[in-house]
């Protein structure tokens, strides 16, 4: 019984393998296709943790990395996919073997793919010298030759020139400062969509056990979420006060990642009303116009929504 087990585990470990290492090849060669590897790729490695043990995913994990860098030929393009889908794929598969449940496995894989993200950055940067300068420098040079051909097309000439290259200055900025924080942020995202699958797959395979998320409009975040906020803001004074460019942009960082947490919660309140009762769809209709022509308030009200419901409880969820 041993022996077979142990075959069991070798066979689907090395079939886990190949399919880890196919994904990545197929998010680095075909087009469009890298983010859905991303979300894919720790399937493989779950369903093995799940199964079998947590030292059989990391096996598969060694393997589908030396598959991929037998193809690749590219030792830190592998290393950096790795990072971002090995560990991943073997937490989440620890999770759910353990039922953990929703809130808190999505904070931990939450957690874990921020913290995955800032090493690859750090890495990057260590390994190959790049930065979000070099990032924003390639972005400089694409918007002065985008403003070279409206100039000497004559589409936009004068003042309006003059106008349009300070609003795109001022949103290569911000995109370069915000960086790290909207890869944080997808890094989010991608391990939800990640977490979502993996419960898909494994209810067709008959776990059963493993329940699918709350709907959005049941979601919460606790209380002491407002302290991401509060430390954000203090590290963006606090830099300003003493001088210290880099402690202002790991607080507007921190803004920026508060307040899309925020926003989620912000939407959650907006469909738990929504969904309460059966309204008219023209007045459905009539919100969508409204958050469309007017997004800068309606965003402002979706956080100011998701600030005062951890704190207030707005929709009055788990109240006894």
């Not at 990545?24 to 043990?53: D, E, K, Q, T, W």
């Not at 030792?75 to 989440?92: D, H, S, W």
């Not at 290259?165 to 370069?176: K, P, T």
């Not at 979420?225 to 942009?249: E, K, S």
């Amino acid at each position: 019984m041993r022996l077979s087990f142990t075959s069991r585990a070798i066979t689907e470990g090395a079939l886990g393998a190949a399919l880890t290492a196919t994904l990545g090849l197929l998010g680095m060669y075909v087009p469009f296709f890298y983010l859905i590897s991303l979300v894919a790729m720790p399937l493989p490695l779950a369903l093995l943790v799940m199964r079998h043990n947590f030292f059989t995913g990391l096996t598969a994990t060694f393997i589908a990395g030396a598959v991929l860098l037998a193809f690749l030929g590219h030792p830190l393009a592998v290393l950096f996919l790795i990072i971002q889908t090995g560990p991943i794929g073997l937490l989440l598969g620890l999770l759910l073997k353990n039922r953990v449940n929703f809130g808190p496995a999505m904070a931990v894989l939450s957690l874990a793919s921020v913290l995955l993200t800032l090493l690859t950055l750090g890495l990057t940067f260590l390994l190959t010298g790049l930065s979000p300068l070099a990032t924003g420098e390639e972005m400089s040079r694409t918007m002065h030759r985008a403003l070279e051909f409206y100039r000497t097309s004559g589409l936009i000439s004068g003042e309006a020139l003059g106008e349009l290259q300070q609003v795109l200055e001022q949103a290569m900025r911000l995109a370069v400062l915000l960086l790290p924080a909207n890869l944080m942020i997808w890094s989010v995202v991608l391990v939800y969509f990640t977490y979502v699958l993996a419960g898909a797959v494994l209810r067709r395979l008959g776990h059963h056990q493993i329940a699918p998320p709350p709907p959005l409009r049941q979601w919460r975040w606790p209380w002491y979420v407002i302290w991401v906020a509060i430390f954000g803001l203090g590290a963006v004074l606090l830099g300003d006060y003493a001088g210290l460019p880099w402690l202002t942009a790991a607080g507007q960082n921190i803004l920026y990642v508060a307040g899309f947490l925020y926003l989620v919660i912000g939407l959650s309140v907006v469909s738990f009303h929504l969904g309460r009762r059966p309204w008219p769809r023209w007045v459905k209709a009539l919100l969508v116009i409204t958050a469309l022509f007017y997004w800068p308030v309606f965003l402002a009200a979706l956080v100011t929504l998701g600030i005062l419901d951890p704190l207030f409880n707005l929709r009055r969820l788990n109240e006894k």
